[in-house]
Nanobody, 116 residues
Framework: QVQLVESGGGLVQPGGSLRLSCAAS????????MGWYRQATGKQRELVAR???????NYAGSVKGRFTISRDNAKKMVSLQMNSLKPEDTAVYYC??????????WGQGTQVTVSS
């Protein structure tokens, strides 16, 4: 199993940047596919970005070119750099870890609010 703790959320103006971090503990981090999901009020949780064990990334179309996911296996961390933020990026952001057996683990979430 793996435990996940997110940090870095907050309030930012449109066009601004935030960096989310997710610290993992409790298991061999490098074997997990890591992802960031978000859930806006009244909407379903959606995939934002994910990164495989080999470093391959994929992004939701709405964030491509603005967000960058990265991982540091030695530090057991995954990050999401978010640039050119828009009000529609406002949501609770969740860190996710998917094991080779397709078990999913979630962090507690961190609020990102984009507003002037």
């Amino acid at each position: 199993q793996v435990q996940l703790v997110e940090s870095g959320g907050g309030l930012v103006q449109p066009g601004g940047s935030l960096r989310l971090s997710c610290a993992a503990s409790g298991s061999i981090f490098s074997i997990y596919v890591m992802g960031w999901y978000r859930q806006a009020t009244g909407k379903q949780r959606e995939l934002v970005a994910r990164i495989t064990t080999g470093g391959t990334t994929n992004y939701a179309g709405s964030v491509k070119g603005r967000f960058t996911i990265s991982r540091d296996n030695a530090k057991k961390m995954v990050s999401l750099q978010m640039n050119s933020l828009k009000p529609e990026d406002t949501a609770v952001y969740y860190c996710n870890a998917e094991s080779p057996l397709l078990n999913n683990y979630w962090g507690q979430g961190t609020q990102v609010t984009v507003s002037s």
